[in-house]
């Protein structure tokens, strides 16, 4: 009988000095898996935000999460590229940023929870969305540039490849 407490049961891997390729990928899947779901729900927090009117207050509250950073000589790079990026962000486009952010995290708060679930469909929807958002990333980082687009694309064909291998391994299971 195994202690309930034991974290191999919740990995569905057994516990030794090594761990299997196989539970190594396993880990991997979920650990990307709730990052993903962790992200949506800041998109959707974000979402959230917006339309309750934080664009107008955004400078001002970067400025003052940043403050020491930016208080130091020279100012942190990033601390100083956040204020002025937020700085540039038009009131104007607060609609457009709402959708966004709230299409977007649901739809991976939606897919990471139908994961966990088990949901056998899943994991085709999962690589779909994720593969219309790298295209999409990749167009913006086109017309707009920015390495951000660039690493979330990295991560976003990261985790599609981990959810090919994790339904593969798992249709083996299926019968």
Request: proline share 4%; glycine share 6%; with cysteine.
């Given at each position: ?17 090594h ?6 990928n396993?880990?991997?899947?979920l ?22 009117g934080?664009m107008?207050?955004?400078?001002r509250?970067?400025r003052?999460?940043f403050s ?9 790079l990033?601390?100083?590229?956040l ?5 540039q ?9 709402t959708?966004?952010?709230a ?15 088990g ?6 929807a999962a690589v779909v969305?994720?593969a ?5 990333q990749l ?8 390495t951000l ?5 990295a ?6 490849y ?10 083996r299971?299926?019968?």
């Open positions: 009988m195994r202690d309930t407490d034991d974290v191999s049961v919740l990995f569905d891997c057994p516990m030794s000095s761990i299997s390729p196989k539970a190594a396993h880990l991997l899947f650990v990307t898996l709730i990052g993903k779901g962790v992200l949506g729900l800041i998109q959707l927090a974000s979402a959230i935000a917006i339309y309750l934080a107008d207050h955004l400078p509250i970067i003052w999460l020491t950073e930016l208080a130091e000589r020279p100012p942190s990033i601390a100083a590229q204020v002025k990026l937020t700085a962000v038009p009131a104007s486009e607060a609609s457009f940023y959708i966004y952010f299409a977007h995290g649901a739809l991976h708060v939606g897919v990471v929870v139908a994961l966990l679930w949901a056998r469909w899943a994991y085709d969305v994720l219309v958002f790298v295209v999409y167009i913006e980082w086109q017309l707009t540039g920015g687009l660039l690493v979330l694309s991560i976003d064909v990261a985790v599609i981990l959810t090919v291998r994790e339904k593969r391994e798992r249709s299971h299926w019968g």
